[in-house]
């Protein structure tokens, strides 16, 4: 993918008989995402979104060329881009996933860490999957375990809580 798209929701599967499809939005404002389209797909294609309510872990909507149940089922899973120049600008200290994903991580020392291999939220707040040669650590998003994040130079550098990298 473009690093010009950003992923900003994915479809969960169908939503009743006529071709609504549940759509799990990634904007702080979860109705936005019908502001950014038409959205694509990794594979290429577009649609055009207009979203109908608000549902329980969701929204329910209507995708340009979706119009019955078998349809939006099979598009369970698959991820709504749109272009970085759609998108509302980011605060100082915000940052799109996107941009996370691949940076170096070192701590305050200059020791490599790892490598952002994904952000995750499970209602908590952000942590940052890291990869590192003995597995997955998660390293929690915030000021003081993250003091910079420096994207032209492609490097975070944490001060991790106790235990979130073992020691060698």
Same mark, same amino acid.
Request: aromatic share 6%; glycine share 10%; charged share 25%.
């Given at each position: 993918?473009? !690093?010009?798209?950003?992923? $900003?929701?994915?479809?969960?599967? *169908? #939503?009743? =008989? &006529?071709?609504?499809?549940?759509? %799990? ?9 019908? !502001?950014?389209?038409?959205? $694509?797909?990794?594979?290429?294609? *577009? #649609?055009? =979104? &207009?979203?109908?309510?608000?549902? %329980? ?112």
């Amino acid at each position: 993918m473009s !690093d010009d798209l950003i992923c $900003v929701g994915a479809i969960a599967g *169908s #939503f009743g =008989v &006529r071709g609504e499809v549940r759509l %799990k939005s990634f904007c702080a404002e979860p109705a936005a995402i019908a !502001d950014y389209a038409p959205l $694509v797909t990794q594979d290429g294609r *577009s #649609f055009d =979104v &207009r979203v109908t309510r608000a549902i %329980k872990n969701g929204l329910s909507a209507r995708l340009s060329g979706i119009s019955n149940k078998e349809d939006a089922d099979a598009l369970r899973g698959v991820q709504l881009f749109a272009p970085r120049d759609r998108l509302p600008g980011l605060d100082d200290d915000e940052y799109y996933h996107s941009d996370l994903i691949g940076m170096i991580v070192l701590d305050t020392g200059g020791t490599e860490l790892g490598k952002v291999n994904n952000v995750l939220n499970h209602g908590a707040g952000d942590l940052l999957e890291v990869t590192t040669p003995k597995g997955p650590a998660y390293l929690p998003f915030t000021r003081a375990a993250v003091p910079t994040v420096d994207i032209a130079s492609g490097r975070i550098i944490a001060d991790p809580p106790d235990g979130v990298f073992e020691d060698d």
